[in-house]
T-cell receptor
Framework: RKEVEQDPGPFNVPEGATVAFNCTYS??????FFWYRQDCRKEPKLLMS???SGNEDGRFTAQLNRASQYISLLIRDSKLSDSATYLC??????????????FGTGTRLTIIP | DAGVIQSPRHEVTEMGQEVTLRCKPI?????LFWYRQTMMRGLELLIY????????DSGMPEDRFSAKMPNASFSTLKIQPSEPRDSAVYFC?????????????????FGPGTRLTVL
């Protein structure tokens, strides 16, 4: 099983719709979770951190379910500018005993006018 | 403010040649990360440094890869000899955080990447 798993998509969604992505992780000891956004041929950028109680930033809502080991990202009232690849990021304990961030392969989202 | 700077932005080389990728982190950041991104494997952490010291190089694919950070403002990733399967986008990222495990919890700022093609 992959350490961080995402549905690669693509998700093609009409403008104004609501879209949700899930991401599952394998290490139950993971403590930190993030969503990064990556535009085509650009570098990843932090979209938001994911907190245990869930958190919201404008049209974006992130939630964590520790029991089922998944995190989710909800985008409401989607805009054309939301078209991008969304990367799920989880901290995983490495073989060296320390921790490192592990990225999912990303979910591609296209907003259709 | 200048973000993370990487050079070159594009590199095309022939199999067997040495390739050196360069990175200048954001001033004041004390952690630096090298990643490789491919369609098949996504974004993979190769190595990271904290206060110029390598902390975890378990992601380095093999001995052909080496990375150095001689000072707080410069790092290199070297591939020697290069192979076609090394073709990928290589990202450098930096962040600021406390030493130890907590350093990975802060936002990482990525450079624009180096697109490497090995023929």
């Amino acid at each position: 099983r992959k350490e961080v798993e995402q549905d690669p998509g693509p998700f093609n969604v009409p403008e104004g719709a609501t879209v949700a992505f899930n991401c599952t992780y394998s290490n139950s000891a993971s403590q930190s979770f993030f969503w990064y956004r990556q535009d085509c041929r650009k570098e990843p950028k932090l979209l938001m951190s994911v907190y245990s109680s869930g958190n919201e930033d404008g049209r974006f809502t992130a939630q964590l379910n520790r029991a089922s080991q998944y995190i989710s990202l909800l985008i409401r009232d989607s805009k054309l500018s939301d078209s991008a690849t969304y990367l799920c990021v989880v901290n995983i304990e490495s073989n060296f005993g320390n921790e490192k961030l592990t990225f999912g392969t990303g979910t591609r989202l296209t907003i259709i006018p | 403010d200048a973000g993370v700077i990487q050079s070159p932005r594009h590199e095309v080389t022939e199999m067997g040649q040495e390739v050196t990728l360069r990175c200048k982190p954001i001033s004041g950041h004390n952690s630096l990360f090298w990643y490789r991104q491919t369609m098949m494997r996504g974004l993979e952490l190769l190595i990271y440094f904290n206060n110029n010291v390598p902390i975890d190089d378990s992601g380095m694919p093999e001995d052909r890869f080496s990375a150095k950070m001689p000072n707080a403002s410069f790092s290199t990733l070297k591939i020697q000899p290069s192979e076609p399967r090394d073709s990928a986008v290589y990202f450098c990222a930096s962040s600021f955080g406390a030493s130890g495990g907590a350093l990975i919890y802060n936002e990482q700022f990525f450079g624009p990447g180096t697109r490497l093609t090995v023929l």
